[in-house]
């Protein structure tokens, strides 16, 4: 009985790949069927800077802006937004960019932490892509809390007696 449903389940694919698969109404997408359009590709779309103490240097990391379209994309604005904006700079900002097509740009950010734990921002990426006019990149890092530090180290207060008075009579 068990074998006479496997044979009737073989069956029943072969007839839905045999009869309901079809190429009518399917088009394959081509880029050269989009027209003449600006693309934006931004990698990565993520930046985890680590853990900086006050005394280490900023960390630097790079995003790429690729036009991956068919025309002009225009880069017009690269800002830095968010509760922890302040802690991350865009080093050498080119402001506006124009990339012909198959063009890219490295963008280099910059971490240098204003406070203590997780700081989290983001850069946005604006540009004349129809479908993605603005490109977030997370970017996070720490920044250490510092150890408290005593010097000189151990701190010698001298011998205090209890229930003497100052002459230790």
Same mark, same amino acid.
């Given at each position: 009985?068990?074998? @006479? &449903? $496997?044979n009737k389940m073989r069956g029943l694919i072969f007839a839905f790949a045999a009869f309901a698969c079809s190429d009518y109404d399917l088009k394959e997408t081509n880029p050269t069927?989009?027209? =003449? $359009? #600006? *693309? *934006? +590709?931004?990698d990565p779309l993520s930046l985890n800077f680590g853990t900086l103490s006050g005394d280490d240097d900023p960390a630097a990391l790079a *995003?790429?802006?690729?036009?991956v379209g068919t025309s002009d994309l225009d880069v017009s604005l690269l800002e830095i937004v968010g509760e922890s904006a302040a802690s991350f700079t865009i080093w050498n900002n080119p402001g506006s960019m124009l990339l012909p097509p198959g063009g890219n740009q490295e963008v280099t950010l910059v971490? +240098? #932490? @204003?406070g203590a734990n997780e700081l989290v921002a983001q850069v946005h990426v604006h540009s004349n892509d129809e479908d993605n006019p603005i490109v977030p990149v997370d970017l996070v890092g720490a &920044?250490? $809390?510092?150890?408290?530090?005593?010097i000189p180290d151990p701190l =010698?207060? &001298?011998a205090t007696y209890v229930g003497c008075n100052k002459t230790n009579e």
């Amino acid at each position: 009985l068990f074998r @006479s &449903g $496997v044979n009737k389940m073989r069956g029943l694919i072969f007839a839905f790949a045999a009869f309901a698969c079809s190429d009518y109404d399917l088009k394959e997408t081509n880029p050269t069927n989009l027209g =003449d $359009v #600006p *693309i *934006i +590709e931004v990698d990565p779309l993520s930046l985890n800077f680590g853990t900086l103490s006050g005394d280490d240097d900023p960390a630097a990391l790079a *995003i790429t802006v690729t036009n991956v379209g068919t025309s002009d994309l225009d880069v017009s604005l690269l800002e830095i937004v968010g509760e922890s904006a302040a802690s991350f700079t865009i080093w050498n900002n080119p402001g506006s960019m124009l990339l012909p097509p198959g063009g890219n740009q490295e963008v280099t950010l910059v971490f +240098e #932490p @204003s406070g203590a734990n997780e700081l989290v921002a983001q850069v946005h990426v604006h540009s004349n892509d129809e479908d993605n006019p603005i490109v977030p990149v997370d970017l996070v890092g720490a &920044g250490a $809390v510092p150890l408290l530090q005593i010097i000189p180290d151990p701190l =010698d207060m &001298g011998a205090t007696y209890v229930g003497c008075n100052k002459t230790n009579e």
